[in-house]
T-cell receptor
Framework: NAGVMQNPRHLVRRRGQEARLRCSPM?????VYWYRQLPEEGLKFMVY????????ESGMPKERFSAEFPKEGPSILRIQQVVRGDSAAYFC?????????????FGPGTRLTVL | AQSVAQPEDQVNVAEGNPLTVKCTYS??????LFWYVQYPNRGLQFLLK??????LVKGSYGFEAEFNKSQTSFHLKKPSALVSDSALYFC???????????FGAGTTVTVRA
């Protein structure tokens, strides 16, 4: 059973460009979470999605950031007009539908560098 | 609001010695508690969790953790550390009424041969 897949693993963008990060959850998982890890910090929650629904985006910056989890295909975290402060590791996690404790399994992350 | 504190940025132990990584938490209800390990340039790997039941939880790679409600702690332990245990360890808490994990800042463990 493949784990959570994320791509690309490393992404370099210049200021003002767009970054698109992809996440495929584990097989059988329908809940997806995005977290951001800034240098020297722990992970911070960004957004929680189920298929075609954003359940909670309270951790996401109000501007430039958006997320989706379409009926078909991976979840996408999109960052428009990137700035240097967006440089971080972005982790996706998934959990199975109906799980009582919702243990989240993490992908390898996408390390975004903004030049 | 829920939060986690990992009071030690770094823990250094000799191989074969016991390893303890400390974690305290704050949550409004009964907590769901988790430990994850992160190796360099890798994602987080799930180690163990406490949901309910026995306060001593056993997990992967010989790790265990003890839930102490009165001290609001969930320390990670391993009786005999290996060099390969050197990594960054994160404690996380979740309120059962929520789904967001709140993470500590992490503790870097270095096990010397």
């Amino acid at each position: 059973n493949a784990g959570v897949m994320q791509n690309p693993r490393h992404l370099v963008r210049r200021r003002g460009q767009e970054a698109r990060l992809r996440c495929s959850p584990m097989k059988g998982h329908s809940h997806v979470y995005w977290y951001r890890q800034l240098p020297e910090e722990g992970l911070k929650f960004m957004v929680y999605l189920q298929k075609e629904n954003i359940i909670d985006e309270s951790g996401m910056p109000k501007e430039r950031f958006s997320a989706e989890f379409p009926k078909e295909g991976p979840s996408i975290l999109r960052i428009q007009q990137v700035v240097r402060g967006d440089s971080a590791a972005y982790f996706c996690a998934s959990s199975p539908r109906g799980s009582t404790d919702g243990t989240q399994y993490f992908g390898p992350g996408t390390r975004l560098t903004v030049l | 609001a829920q939060s986690v504190a990992q009071p030690e940025d770094q823990v250094n132990v000799a191989e074969g010695n016991p390893l303890t990584v400390k974690c305290t938490y704050s949550v409004s209800g009964n907590p769901y508690l988790f430990w994850y390990v992160q190796y360099p340039n890798r994602g987080l790997q799930f180690l163990l969790k406490y949901i309910t039941g026995d306060n001593l939880v056993k997990g992967s790679y010989g790790f265990e953790a003890e839930f102490n409600k009165s001290q609001t702690s969930f320390h990670l332990k391993k009786p005999s550390a290996l060099v390969s245990d050197s990594a960054l360890y994160f404690c996380a808490v979740r309120d059962p009424s929520d789904y967001k994990l709140s993470f500590g800042a992490g503790t870097t463990v270095t096990v010397r041969a």
